[in-house]
């Protein structure tokens, strides 16, 4: 039984993604601890702008998500996925940068929380999508349960590291190991296979599924 609950770890494609993934996680948990603390230790900031920089964050993660879908439904999605990886690694290398020599400001989090944003709302509906192209059909279920048994684990380690990595370094330190696990993951998703798609019926324009995205 156990044996057969890992059994999408023995398939390559899907251990790919579950690598990358399981490291994104893992950084995205320390950058958000760390953003948290580079904002509270700017002159003059506090709770009112971290509010800021996080809700813009979520917000442009949440309007970007249906372009994603569509997005995703029309490329490679593991592709997709190295393009949001490497703008998201962007987005913290340069906010890393920023900190570490003490030139940040909370106008320049909240720009680089908007370019984060955009990349974090492609992620979702080009990782869901991913994960049955990497998997057999029989393992689906496990594989599910794997990527959400990693992504719960990641979040109570993620706090734990991240608090000593702030505290020995500084949050600049934690916010550069998450730009690098981007590109760690951006590098796994690249060398994923999967087969092409079949043709179907035509599609609707970009615009028109983009549209009734927004409807739904």
Known sequence: MRRDRFGPLHERQFRLLFSATTITTLGDNLGYFALAFAVLDLPGAGAGELGIVLAVRAVFQSVVVVFGGVLADRLPRNLVLVGASLIQAVAQGVTAALVLTDAATVPWLIALSVVYGVGGGVVIPAEVGLVPQTVSPGRLQQANALQGLSRNMVSVLGPAIAGPLVVAGSPGVALAF?????????????????????GGPARASFLRELRDGWRE
């Open 178 to 198: 998450d730009a690098f696990s981007f590109l760690a993951a951006a590098g796994l998703l690249a060398a994923i296979r999967i087969a092409p798609r079949v």
